[in-house]
């Protein structure tokens, strides 16, 4: 069984920096597509990033483009996600995930066969 195990959350400042990684166990990373979701309180879980499986293709949500990095490291089955100058709004659960379709960065219903558990990223002003 695949497992995602995010790590590196936590309270900081507005313009302070985070790296978020998750590990994948019980799979092989470079099998898959991999990204990086979010959820506020009372909103639903949406996209952050993606990046496919050697890393030669990303995407991001467009409130985050220029202050995060998705990036790989599959000889270590681990996703990171560089969050710079991080504002209040930014303040979510992230999960990372894994999907099948190992050049699949565009995001679909049926998007994200693995879960991890999330990571509180909470940002004050």
């Known amino acids: 069984q695949v497992q995602l195990d995010e790590a590196g959350g936590g309270r900081v400042q507005t313009g302070d920096s985070l790296l978020l990684s998750c590990t994948v166990s019980?799979?092989?990373?470079?099998?898959?597509?991999a990204g990086w979701f979010r959820q506020a309180p009372g909103q639903e879980r949406e996209f952050v990033s993606t990046?496919?499986?050697?890393?030669?293709?990303?995407r991001y949500t467009d409130s985050v483009k220029g202050r995060f990095t998705i990036s790989r490291e599959n000889e270590k089955n681990t996703l990171y996600l560089q969050m710079d100058s991080l504002k209040p709004e930014d303040t979510a659960v992230y999960y990372c995930?894994?999907?099948?379709?190992?050049?699949?960065?565009?995001?679909?219903?049926?998007?994200?066969?693995?879960w991890g558990q999330g990571t509180q990223v909470t940002v004050s002003s």
């Open positions: 990046i496919s499986w050697a890393g030669t293709s990303t």
């Open positions: 995930a894994v999907d099948p379709r190992p050049y699949r960065v565009e995001v679909d219903a049926g998007w994200g066969k693995y």
């Open positions: 019980g799979g092989t990373l470079s099998s898959y597509s």
